[in-house]
């Protein structure tokens, strides 16, 4: 007898495969890539089949497969990648196969009428099961109906054994469907504008924008995988670019995978893509339902879609024949995830397209430093949009230094007058600020303290609405203070300015125009990111305040006027890529001005007028910053000079975090060698968020010379730690290529 096996992955967190049984009638249908069901513990879960092979000897304690799960297959490319994104990111596989598909949609049973009763059959039923006759009757309409609507028409128990019944007397059918509403889909479609298959919108590229496409389409066709850099300001075709690579790819048979920051608050940009593509594209982000995420997914595999759409996750669509992928705004935060696998989807585009022969397109007006080292140093071919196409100057730009104000407003003297002055020229108005609520902090001016949160080491931020004292890590809440608790003091202060605040202050000097706040707590309700944003560019609404949301590709015509109220809360992290958070969102920021007709005026509030971000910032300056900002990472052999891991160890103990990431500190000191090369152990030290969520926080950072080595060197260290047992009380968290210091 032929016995096969299969490594599982299983989506929990250990590191390697679990091994079943493949029962023999599901041999032939069992292959490297198919999702099947399995006991794990006492449960049951989904996993991937990662290897097959022949069992020899005992089959004792190795549990068998149950069936195949109803999710689709993952094709070699992408089983491969996963491999890649374990191994590099150090996570185990499970949890990678997991984070690559759509979540499991819940499935809905729909029944339908399929006969009526004739009367006689009818007297019947109502004398033997009046139940089922009420059944009937609620589905006497038109439209098929689920379990659960036909159970609140019918007000009846043991509805599932009365359609049971009924079925079986051929009296109704029922469908499964995967998620929620099936007829949203076409409607949505219905929407979406005329399709323009003749590409060429009427104009011709640019100079420097036939450059760069001429270069993608040779490379394209060359089918060997390269990867380009578009550096333009916003406005300055690079989307243009984008979809005439795609349709070139797509006129040649391959097809496409455009990511975006986040697709939900970039509707332009799907319009624009449905334009050209029509019923060819799709989109996947984290706001459809798992319903709808699913069914694009099955689209993509089946061939019926060219173009996929989406934020970080779309990286894993499982196109087949690949030819370009775009990473619009490669810059942002947003592509790396930051929890488990921490994976940056701007690298997993580029190793995937190896992998696929297919073009990568990065595309940004303020690249990463790495990125655009990569471009002048020659690993990435780089193209420059110096111009926006509309012509138009870029916005004039002044900083304003707030050491001299010493004032209750958020505003200084200065952008005071110059919103009353926009106002009254009837422009539009942006007020930038990266800190929702009311106010950074509160404090009691009597007898000083602040209220911070009981599982956090950080202080509570005032909210409104409903008058709360709130943690932005961990959620926790309390009434806010009217009078101090500890010395029954009534003077309290709030200490700077949350976007609540900058809305307070505009609706009490500016009560007959109309403004809107947009960050993350006016937006938590599906849909109202999109009518907040519809309601400012249609122009029905004159201020928008809003958070690094507001930052992200939006096209605002009319906007005259930009503050940014407080430069420096991105300036003082303490991460090595402050300065360049900073530029990034200083410029991304002012480029919502002048967009359109109006000339555009921005104005950047800051303490530290003299940092060099901000000069740049103000002169829309990308290489004189990049110069300035390299000279640093090489003196300081940051990124792109070295390659980062960063390792969190958190327990709810102070003590047994710091021990392990002592202990860790000790091995990677102990196993060091010339397998990899340039390691430098930096710390343990306390984490900047010393406490979440009651875990105390130790970090350290590695750095080396080179990508590959990094990986199995902290994997070593991670065995060597648990073989002698010095980590026990703690929980290791590996970020390779981090983001984020905190
Ligand atoms: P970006 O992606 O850099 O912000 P877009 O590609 O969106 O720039 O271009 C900005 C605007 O200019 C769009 O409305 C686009 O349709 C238009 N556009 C792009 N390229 C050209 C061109 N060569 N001639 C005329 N208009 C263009
Ligand atoms: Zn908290």
Redesign the pocket.
Known sequence: LNMLKADVAVPIPIDTPLTYLIPSELQESIGVGTQVVVPVRNKVVTGVVCDVAPHEGDVAGLKSIREIASAPRFASELMKLARWISEYYIAPIGEVLGAMSPPHPRLRRVYRLLRKPGSLELEIMRASHPEHVCVLEALSGDRPLTLETIRRKTRLKGIARHLGSLEEGGYVSHQVFAGKRRGRRTKSRADSPPVDTELD??????QE?SEAYEGIAAAIDRGRSATFL?F????????????RSIDHAVKKGRRAVYLVPEIGLTPQIMD?VRRRFGDRCGVLHSRLSSGERYSTWADIQSGRIDVVVGARSAIFAPVENLGVIIV?EEHDASYKQQESPRYNAREVAIVRAKEAGAVVIL?S?TPTIESYHNAVTGKYRLHE?PE???GGDLPAVSVIDMRTTRDESPFSKEAQGSIGASVGREEQILLFLNRRGFSNYVQCRECGIVPRCRNCQVSLTYHLGRKVLRCHYCGYAERGWETCPKCGGTNIEYVGSGTQKVEEYISENFAEVSCVRFDRDSTRRKGSAESLLSDFSNGLVRFLVGTQMVAK?H?FRKVGLVVVVNADVSMNLPDFRAGERTFQILTQVAGRAGRGEVPGKVLIQTFNPDHHSLAHAACHDFKGFYEQEVLMRRDLRYPPFSRLARIVVESRRQESAKRAAEGFVSVAKALRDESIPGLDVMGPSRAPLSKIRNNYRWHLLLKGEERKSLSPFIRRCLRELDSRRLAEAARFSIDIDPQVMM
């Open positions: 919108s009427g104009f011709q590229l640019t924008q578009l333009g300001v916003t406005g300055s075709g690079k989307t243009e670019v984008y979809l624009r619009d595309g007006a949009l926006r196409i509309s590709g096209d």
